[in-house]
């Protein structure tokens, strides 16, 4: 979805994902902190498997990953093993082959683009209360074979994963922390570093484990790190995320860090609200102009 582009209120044949109860849960964590909501898109024909396979085989490979799922918690990018099936295969026979796939930005699909509109739309007026309007809307939806692991990393967005089918727990830990992501590391993943993340068994006591059903759903805060173990059955989520002003203004500050660092100059501390911090977001963008 473009950043321009208004979200689409006219979507009346979409069901309302979220109930009263969670859109008060959500108010009252988002942005920071992480909650687990109930939702109402479980069983929507858009998520059978026989629509996801012809979904899956219409997307453009650029937004398609998939490799065989039971991984270690640490597992560097290139190690991680392929399953040597297609992606249609893959998809359909993901009962038995021990697989691991997510399509990304599947609002290019003006089915799936619908259903996100309409999901956000729904809490579009809260998050503009706190963190502006929301920005570089997208979809992700993450098929798992029994039993399978998502490795231990983080993602730069607002998200909320939404159980769709199966179970599965995800093990969700503290935004912010520099113990489980130090300041290099963070300002790496701004300057585009693979998402998987460093695991330490210390810190497994900092995590909060969240089970999730199908018609359950977690808020997952911006960079919050997080794993998941798939249960003993097939899992699909939807994954629905937006940037904001404040999640911007983060990257943006820690890509000034990085920048500063390399010069062995003093850097700048990301405070809890980084879009006011308007004069080191100004340096950030006339230092990357001049090509500093």
């Known amino acids: 979805m473009s950043l321009q582009q208004p979200i689409d209120r006219s979507s009346a044949a979409m069901p309302r994902a979220f109930g009263e109860s969670a859109r008060v849960a959500f108010a009252t964590a988002y942005p920071d902190l992480s909650v687990k909501l109930m939702h109402q898109l479980a069983g929507h024909p858009l998520f059978s498997r026989e629509a996801l396979a012809m979904l899956a085989e219409r997307m453009p490979g ?77 979809a ?13 990393h983080m993602d730069p967005e607002h998200n909320i994963l939404l159980q769709i089918e199966g179970e599965k727990t995800m093990t969700v830990f503290p935004a912010g922390d520099p113990t489980l992501v130090p300041p290099q590391q963070s300002e790496g993943f701004h300057a585009g570093a693979h998402r998987n993340l460093k695991w330490d068994a210390a810190f497994l006591n900092k995590g909060k484990p969240v089970k999730l059903l199908a018609g359950d759903a977690v808020l997952v805060p911006v960079k919050a790190p997080h794993f998941v173990n798939n249960g003993p059955a097939v899992s699909i ?30 850097t700048v501390k990301v405070g809890a609200k980084p879009e006011a911090q308007r004069f080191h977001r100004l340096l950030y963008r006339l230092m990357r102009k001049l090509g500093v």
């Open 237 to 266: 989520s939807f994954s629905i995320t937006w940037r904001s002003d404040r999640s911007i203004a983060e990257g943006e500050l820690h890509s000034l860090n990085a920048m500063l660092r390399r010069r062995k100059l003093p």
């Open 140 to 152: 992700f939806i993450f098929l798992s074979s029994p039993d399978s692991v998502t490795p231990f």
């Open 62 to 138: 650029s937004q398609v990953e998939y490799n065989l799922g039971k991984l270690p918690l640490g597992v560097r990018p290139e190690e991680t093993p392929n399953n040597g099936l297609t992606l249609g295969e893959t998809v359909r026979t993901i009962d038995t082959n021990g697989s691991w796939v997510v399509m990304k930005n599947v609002e290019c699909d003006p089915e799936y683009a619908a259903m996100l509109d309409a999901a956000l739309a729904e809490l579009a007026p809260m998050v503009a209360r706190k963190t502006g309007r929301m920005l570089h809307r997208e």
